[in-house]
Nanobody, 115 residues
Framework: QVQLVQSGGGLVQPGGSLRLSCVASGFNFSIYNLRWYRQTTGKERELVAG????????NYLDSVKGRFTIERDNAQNTVYLQMNNLKPEDTAMYLC????????WGQGTQVTVSS
């Protein structure tokens, strides 16, 4: 059974940090590219960050460059999103995604940035 189980997230003040985790099972995690998306009500899903299967190539949405870092641990079947200097506009539901010839999705985790 394929699963992507997310954890982390929550309420944080502007300027704060959060770390999202996504643990995979049921497929060959190490050959899949990984992404983090976010979505808010009434807006299209937005690609926040991606990392290649080998972990040697990563890319970011312009608005999060220098603040967010995507990492993967193939030994632990886990992908992380470290989010620093959070802003209110980062508030969204965050979803992890694994893709190759198929797409697998996490259940989503809410991040709210507010004072």
């Amino acid at each position: 059974q394929v699963q992507l189980v997310q954890s982390g997230g929550g309420l944080v003040q502007p300027g704060g940090s959060l770390r999202l985790s996504c643990v995979a099972s049921g497929f060959n995690f190490s050959i899949y590219n990984l992404r983090w998306y976010r979505q808010t009500t009434g807006k299209e899903r937005e690609l926040v960050a991606g990392i290649s299967s080998a972990g040697d190539i990563s890319n970011y949405l312009d608005s999060v460059k220098g603040r967010f870092t995507i990492e993967r641990d193939n030994a632990q079947n886990t992908v992380y999103l470290q989010m620093n200097n959070l802003k209110p506009e980062d508030t969204a539901m965050y979803l992890c995604n694994a893709f190759r010839n198929l797409h697998y999705w996490g259940q989503g985790t809410q991040v709210t940035v507010s004072s």
